[in-house]
């Protein structure tokens, strides 16, 4: 009886150390079916910015699943902006690109107005902040859909939250309204 209890004890061991072995071999095969690799992915990410390895710092570069697609999740910062990409681990496609401005440790040169010039009141229209978020898109009006332009107060700034889509890809934008400036630009999968 021992026998037969010891045996049956040891085929349960066996079984699940082979389970624990699959689930680590299936892991390690996700991981390697990745066709690019961190730094590749990197690569993509900067040069769709006209960025160099030197003018920035990673945070993160991380393989990962979305909506059943792997995808690298790279994260960095240059100057006082943060990008972060999600970049199919497979064909190199930047899926969805987020940029946002983090207030400066040291106080910036300001720059020139945005183009178009501001209106007569001294604040940017509804239509001049959708024309700055387009042309940075690289877009015209004629080519988007479901634009939806709303006027906000945000951490004492007031701007233009402005949303479009284009090509399966939802465009999101934060636009101050006392000069224009971009302060959050956001390129996602259209769900």
């Not at 889509?165 to 006392?178: A, F, K, L, M, P």
């Amino acid at each position: 009886m021992y026998k037969k209890l010891f045996a049956a004890l040891l085929t349960v061991i066996l079984c699940l150390g082979g389970v624990a072995l699959a689930a680590i071999a299936l892991e390690n095969w996700e991981v390697s079916s990745a066709a690019l690799t961190a730094e590749q992915a990197e690569t993509i990410a900067l040069e769709s910015l006209g960025l160099t390895r030197e003018q920035v710092r990673f945070d993160r570069s991380e393989l990962d699943y979305e909506r059943g697609v792997q995808v690298w999740e790279v994260e960095f910062r240059h100057e006082n902006t943060e990008y972060d990409f999600e970049i199919d681990a497979t064909t190199g496609e930047i899926l969805k690109q987020k940029t946002e401005q983090k207030k400066s440790e040291t106080p910036a040169v300001p720059e020139p107005p945005a183009e178009p010039p501001k209106a007569e009141t001294g604040e940017l229209t509804e239509e001049e902040a959708v024309a700055v978020a387009l042309a940075h898109a690289g877009l015209t009006e004629e080519q988007i859909t479901r634009l939806r332009v709303e006027k906000d107060i945000d951490r004492g700034i007031t701007l233009y939250e402005i949303d479009f889509d284009y090509g399966g890809y939802e465009y999101e934008y934060e636009i101050r309204v006392s000069d224009g400036k971009i302060l959050k630009q956001e390129l996602d999968w259209d769900d």
